[in-house]
């Protein structure tokens, strides 16, 4: 469980939100919702260096760092009751889960057996949540892409009613939208940041939080840079 009492008291903390589904659907069965929060980015009035930038791309790549503060919470929600309640799986998202684990030596039909034992009830899921968000009241709340993540969530653990998920919308942001905007503003011969080693194929919730959390520090490092100089 995240030790709130750590992070609590840093001047701004900022989330990343990544889920994992068995489907694409609106309804999909959503297994993992992964959640991690720090305030280790740049902005105006921080002073971050390229060392800062590459530690945590070091950290998305191997989660491996001397200086990168953070916390994270894996929240597991049960698969059965969701098929029981008729949330969606598609057989070639399973297959592709499938694969991938398979390739780290894994066999999904165990990983989810050990993960049905561990998951607690979608009450359990939907507190915890909501436990998260209410002691830390992020200034930002992270996704991938907003228009996925947010409608699936809000389904499998509220029912799909409207402005139920435990963050404001003016805490919602996207970070493909974002990313796709820093690139644009880039002329020739100008560095682009976020091209750097790791991408976003962990397939795994917390490794995704972790990626875009780069991929956000990256744009706002490249952005001071351009606009404001070397901080």
Known sequence: ???VKNIVE???VVCAI???TLSLSLNALVYEIGFVCTNFLPRPGNKW???DLDDLVAFADNNQSNDFQFDYVRIQLP???QVLAGRHVDPGTVAFHKKILANRGIDIQQAFRQHELSAGTLDDAREELGVLLGTLAPKEVWFNHTSFDVPRISNAL???EANAVPWGYREEYDVFTYKQAYRDSLKDG???YTKFSSDSDHHDSIGDCLYNLAVLSACRFGSMNKHLGDL
């Open 1 to 3: 469980m995240i030790e």
């Open 18 to 20: 990544d889920i994992e």
């Open 158 to 160: 509220y029912n799909g």
């Open 79 to 81: 698969i059965v009751a």
């Open 49 to 51: 260096g390229t060392d």
């Open 190 to 192: 100008e560095k682009d």
């Open 10 to 12: 840093l001047h701004r």
